[in-house]
């Protein structure tokens, strides 16, 4: 989009993630996420160290909206998915942000659920390379400029650039 000083612009799928966070940390920590029960549970089988990790992120898995239920021997029935999450596979999601939790290591409560929130918004956000219709890129330029910090991802990359107009004149002589 152009701008005052020249030409702005937005990578959308790291747009979708800042949102997606934003959104997801909040829910976790107000324990806020909306679950929608599943007509058929999907069962989830984990190995035993995803099993031994599960406990520790649990809480704040369900809090975003995730149903789990134990069903023995490392196995899981998932009764209820996040609202927002269209056609995902939520085994592949849990169990991603169970080794996120496992790689990070953290112990500290804030970090856990950033990095859930992250993982999650990073699985779920718009793939590059999705052509937007004009409706979803207003919206998702409204809800990233909404957004504490809009320029940078979660983990720091940059979404916004902006090309100055002399910058644009230089390149083309």
Do not use: C, W
């Amino acid at each position: 989009t152009s701008v005052k000083s020249g030409l702005m612009i937005i990578d959308q799928h790291k747009a979708h993630v800042r949102i997606l966070f934003d959104t997801y940390l909040e829910q976790i920590r107000n324990r806020k996420g909306v679950s929608q029960r599943v007509l058929f549970p999907e069962v989830m089988e984990l190995s035993a160290s995803e099993a031994a990790a599960l406990p520790s992120v649990r809480e704040d898995i369900e809090a975003l909206g995730f149903e789990i239920s134990e069903l023995g021997s490392q196995s899981y029935a998932i009764q209820g998915v996040p609202s927002e999450i269209e056609n995902s596979n939520p085994a592949e999601l849990i169990r991603g942000m169970i080794h996120k939790s496992l790689e990070t290591g953290s112990d500290v409560k804030s970090d856990i659920q950033e990095s859930i929130a992250l993982s999650l918004a990073t699985m779920t956000a718009i793939p590059h390379g999705r052509v937007l219709t004009s409706e979803e890129m207003l919206l998702v330029v409204s809800q990233l400029f909404a957004s504490k910090t809009p320029s940078y991802t979660p983990d720091g990359q940059v979404i916004v650039s902006v090309i100055t107009d002399k910058e644009i004149e230089k390149k083309m002589g």
